[in-house]
Nanobody
């Protein structure tokens, strides 16, 4: 059974940083492409970033240069380091594995 457990969300002031984590089980993590999506209220879920099994990564234009996705295959965990956060980054952030499995989401709120 595949499980993706996100953590690290919370309330942060504009300009602040957060690091999200997603711990995976039930998949062969090291060969899986991992991704972060987000969904803001009233909007469609959108891709934020993904990282391939080989470590290649890609980002949405809106987060390029501010967010960094990384993975630790020894810990079966993918991370999303988010810097220079602004209110438009407020959303529920979801981890996705192998283009098939979703985590339960973690709320990120950027507000003063």
């Amino acid at each position: 059974q595949v499980q993706l457990v996100e953590s690290g969300g919370g309330l942060v002031q504009p300009g602040g940083s957060l690091r999200l984590s997603c711990a995976a089980s039930g998949i062969i993590f090291r060969i899986s492409t991992m991704a972060w999506y987000r969904q803001a209220p009233g909007k469609q879920r959108e891709l934020v970033a993904f990282i391939t099994s080989g470590g290649g990564s890609s980002y949405a234009d809106s987060v390029q240069g501010r967010f960094t996705i990384s993975r630790d295959n020894a810990k079966n965990t993918v991370y999303l380091q988010m810097n220079s956060l602004n209110p438009e980054d407020t959303a529920v952030y979801y981890c996705r594995a192998a283009s098939a499995y979703w985590g339960q989401g973690t709320q990120v709120t950027v507000s003063s």
